[in-house]
């Protein structure tokens, strides 16, 4: 499985962005997908997950109603819409696949082994 995170890019405080995730080496549907961030001297944190289907989604307490992620299997492709950014939103952006995911607290489960992590693109928010 390989992960090519894009969409990054320097913008300003309340402005928007799209990042895509695009998926191959395997079948897409087959995987749960996740958004995670980085920024630098800071851990590693979940943005959003979403299920094989796109009917299930969890988000970041912090980030709901402001960030938005989905999936087009035709297209092999998962997306995050954020809106509103702010400066503290600024970090490595990437994505993660897991085949499996446990019952509870599956959208932390990206935090820990994954089957496949892409490069990440990179969000910076000017204030």
């Known amino acids: 499985v390989q992960l090519q995170a894009s969409g990054g890019g320097l913008v300003q405080a309340g402005d928007s962005l799209r990042l895509s995730c695009l998926f191959s080496?395997?079948?897409?549907?087959?995987?749960?997908m996740a958004w995670l961030r980085q920024a630098p001297g800071k851990e590693h944190e979940l943005v959003a997950a979403?299920?094989?289907?796109?009917?299930?989604?969890t988000y970041a307490d912090a980030l709901k109603g402001r960030f938005t992620i989905s999936r087009d299997n035709s297209k092999n492709t998962m997306y995050l819409q954020m809106n509103s950014l702010k400066p503290e939103d600024t970090a490595n952006y990437y994505c993660?696949?897991?085949?499996?995911?446990?019952?509870?607290?599956?959208?932390?489960?990206?935090?820990?082994?994954?089957?496949?992590r892409g490069q990440g693109t990179q969000v910076t928010v000017s204030s």
């Open positions: 993660a696949a897991r085949s499996q995911v446990p019952t509870k607290n599956w959208g932390l489960s990206f935090m820990d082994e994954v089957d496949a």
């Open positions: 080496g395997h079948s897409f549907s087959n995987y749960h």
């Open positions: 979403i299920g094989w289907s796109g009917r299930s989604k």
